[in-house]
């Protein structure tokens, strides 16, 4: 897993790459947690380069998305992988998060 | 590198700097000791010779004198013919060094004494005799002796020679010209001569002390040798036929110099058969005889002294530097003594002997600061030893825990089957296989109201402990709500609130819930975020579920959870199953995938719900390969036999 912060004027893009999985979701947690906690109130998770992911690495998704609703942030995925969406789409976590197609539109959405 | 001792580096490598040191300062001390002692020799040399031709020169000078005074008398009248005898007579008696003395007058200077007259004083034994030289056997105005000193006007010293009818003894005679006047004229008149014995040269050489062995010579300005130790060579032999002989060119050179009056002292670079070695040679001419002193330095002894405290300093120096080894090696020893005990108690720690007693060492230095260190590590390793050994049995400890927790889990979901004999409309199989000790999979199934049938899937996010608590929880709860409740979305909003509330860590279950009506196959089920189960009809189609827009219970308290309705009819079978069937990956990070899962179902659509499930493990089995189970796997199946509420 790699994961690469990036802050602009109004949003921070996080990029990150390979498996999030049981062994590296506290690490995951951590870093997206570091942008959450430097009060980023727009957070785009760029997960074009995300192969896998497990249900430790969902969760971390879920405590971002709550801690950004309760601060009314947004935070926005985008450029996933099928087979990522898919995940997605049978846990229903497609309905509460913002996913979009293109790291542009997440920018600006 | 068999038990090269520190010691023996060392000495080595001491040793050497000093043997280096020694050699260029033994080098430099060599070079200039030898100079000062040519110098010295030289020097010596000089004095010497020069002491010598003083010597020589007080016993020829007032000879010299004899016959110059003489022939002014002579010159000036002084002396008549008639006194020349007795006067000649009178001065050998005086003068012991003086041999003869003659006064010969040119060829008939007194016409009536003929053609010869010298007149000749000489010593026969201990007596003065007289005679006359001249004759026609002797015509003495053709000598050299006459000859030079009337060609030249000056004085002259003869070459030696041996006076074989006399004493045999080696003289050489001094002439010089007298002149008287004839009609006021001052002309030529004769010669006189005085006949020296040079056995007091012997006597002045032999008494020259040179070295141990070395040793003088004299040569006349021909060259020809006039003493010298090896007697053969007197009178015999000169320089040059010396050279000659011995073909021995620098000492031909030597000898030309010699007879030309120069001095020097230098290195022979010639050999002599009389003294062998290298030699060195000092020499000067007499000013009055133009003769040469030659004075010979055997090398060996000159430089004797030079040699002896070579051989001095030699000793010295191996001595030292024996003294410095033995002194380097008991340093040495010292110094690692307590290393080697420290490296034998080293070896009893390695061996597991954590309370061997270490050497005491107090040598306030960084030894003792290595045993300081080693006593630490020692007490570090002893203490990390029993932490392990601690560490270790808490760990069997949770261990054996967690398989206890497990036994407890798997006890808590239903494992006899088939669990319901008596009700013949339904049949269940499932399985459960955690990843690790405790997983965060869980199914259930039971029974509301007689003829509800209630089952549910459900796969908690993460795994181990937290995971299967937060299961167990899961669990507990749909058993307590259903126990009054039959509608799924009521069950699973019901479950979702309570475990929403308060949820820090954020955990959730995936949850699928249905409940079966068994006197109308009627299912109800309601989906939260889990993988769409398989619904395989009894004539063989397979589908898979919708996928679910809910998403998993424990994550917002307020989620409005809606149910589903499907009629089932005799002998469909429902497959459930969790994330870890469809996500078993291999090595290479394949997932085994909804495809192949839906085609394993569809070959296997008339199995019995245990037969189907046995065949799905072994596929993933394949599949996997032996790779690390990373998930949870569970499955579930169900069968419908509707017909049994007909009969």
Redesign the interface.
């Known amino acids: 897993m790699n994961v690469e912060i990036l802050a602009a004027a109004d949003y921070s893009l996080v990029t990150v790459e390979g ?1 999030v ?2 062994t590296n ?1 506290n690490e995951f947690e951590k870093s997206m947690l570091s942008v959450v906690d430097g009060g980023a109130t727009k957070i785009v998770l760029d997960c074009a380069g995300l ?2 992911i ?3 690495g ?2 971390v998704f ?2 971002v998305q ?1 801690k950004m609703i309760a601060i009314k942030g947004k935070f926005a995925l985008c450029c996933l992988q099928p ?1 990522i969406k898919e ?1 997605f ?8 998060f913002s996913i979009y197609a293109d790291k542009e539109a997440a920018i600006k959405g | 590198m068999k038990n090269r001792t520190l010691a023996a580096t060392i000495i080595r490598s001491v040793l050497l700097f000093c043997i280096g040191i020694f050699a260029v300062i033994f080098s430099i001390y060599y070079y200039y000791t030898r100079e000062t002692i040519k110098e010295t020799t030289r020097e010596n040399a000089i004095f010497l010779a020069n002491n010598t031709v003083n010597q020589i020169e007080q016993v020829l000078n007032p000879i010299e004198k004899i016959p110059d005074i003489i022939a002014r008398m002579m010159e000036s009248s002084f002396l008549t013919e008639d006194s020349l005898i007795p006067f000649l007579q009178s001065i050998l008696k005086n003068n012991k060094t003086i041999f003869a003395s003659a006064i010969a007058y040119e060829p008939s200077y007194f016409p009536e004494k003929g053609l010869y007259y010298a007149p000749y004083v000489f010593r026969q034994g201990d007596s003065i005799s007289t005679t006359s030289l001249g004759g026609e056997n002797y015509e003495y105005f053709f000598m050299d002796w006459y000859q030079i000193p009337k060609m030249t006007n000056s004085s002259y010293w003869s070459e030696p020679y041996f006076d074989e009818g006399g004493a045999n003894i080696l003289m050489t005679t001094y002439s010089t010209p007298f002149y008287t006047y004839k009609n006021g004229v001052r002309t030529f008149s004769g010669v006189v001569t005085i006949d020296v014995s040079l056995e007091f040269l012997k006597q002045i050489m032999s008494k020259l002390k040179i070295l141990d062995t070395g040793y003088a010579f004299l040569i006349s300005r021909n060259g020809v040798i006039i003493t010298h130790p090896n007697q053969k060579y007197v009178m015999n032999e000169s320089i040059f036929s010396i050279a000659k002989a011995n073909n021995q060119p620098g000492m031909r050179s030597v000898g030309r110099n010699m007879v030309q009056g120069k001095s020097n002292f230098a290195s022979a670079d010639f050999k002599s058969k009389f003294k062998s070695g290298k030699l060195w040679i000092n020499y000067i001419s007499l000013p009055s005889s133009h003769w040469s002193i030659g004075v010979i330095y055997p090398e060996s002894e000159m430089f004797a002294s030079l040699r002896k405290i070579n051989i001095i300093l030699m000793l010295l120096v191996v001595f030292g530097l024996s003294l410095l080894s033995v002194f380097i090696t008991r340093i040495i020893n010292n110094i690692t003594k307590p290393l080697k005990l420290l490296a034998s108690s080293a070896r009893l720690i390695a061996s597991g002997n954590f309370n061997v007693k270490l050497p005491e060492i107090k040598t306030h230095d960084e030894m003792e600061e290595l045993c300081d260190s080693f006593i630490y590590m020692q007490k570090e390793l002893a203490e990390y030893i029993v932490t392990l050994k601690d560490t270790t049995s808490a760990k069997e400890k949770i261990e054996s825990e967690l398989r206890i927790a497990r036994e407890i889990q798997m006890a808590m979901i239903p494992h006899i089957f088939p669990p319901f004999p008596d009700l013949p409309q339904i049949d269940v199989f499932a399985v459960l296989k955690s990843a690790k000790e405790v997983g965060g999979d869980l199914y259930d199934f039971f029974v509301i109201d007689g003829d509800k049938f209630c089952f549910a899937i459900g796969d908690v996010s993460g795994k181990g402990v937290p995971a299967s608590l937060f299961m167990a929880v899961t669990r507990t709860l749909v058993r307590s709500i259903s126990d009054k409740e039959t509608s799924p979305s009521v069950i699973v909003t019901s479950l979702n609130k309570s475990l929403s509330d308060n949820n820090e860590s954020s955990m959730f279950v995936t949850f699928f819930l249905g409940v079966l009506d068994l006197k109308t196959g009627l299912l109800k089920y309601c989906n939260a975020g889990h993988n769409p189960p398989v619904i395989i009809h009894g004539n063989g189609e397979v589908t898979m579920f919708e996928k679910t827009k809910y998403i998993p219970v424990g994550l917002f308290e307020d989620f409005d959870y809606q149910e589903i309705s499907l009629q089932l009819e005799d002998g469909d079978k429902i497959f459930l199953y969790t994330d870890g069937v469809s996500e078993a990956e291999n090595v290479d990070n394949k997932l085994f995938g909804d495809d192949t899962l839906m085609n394993i179902v569809s070959q296997n659509a008339k199995a019995t719900p245990r037969d189907l499930i046995h065949r799905m493990e072994e596929e993933i089995a394949t599949h996997v390969n032996g790779f690390t189970q990373s998930d949870d796997i569970t499955m579930m199946t169900i069968v419908y036999d509707g017909k049994h509420n007909r009969s």
């Not at chain 1, 789409?89 to 509460?96: E, N």
């Open positions: 498996r999985d049981t979701a192969n896998y497990s249900s430790s969902l969760r879920l405590i709550k087979e995940i789409d049978i846990s229903g976590f497609s309905s509460i």
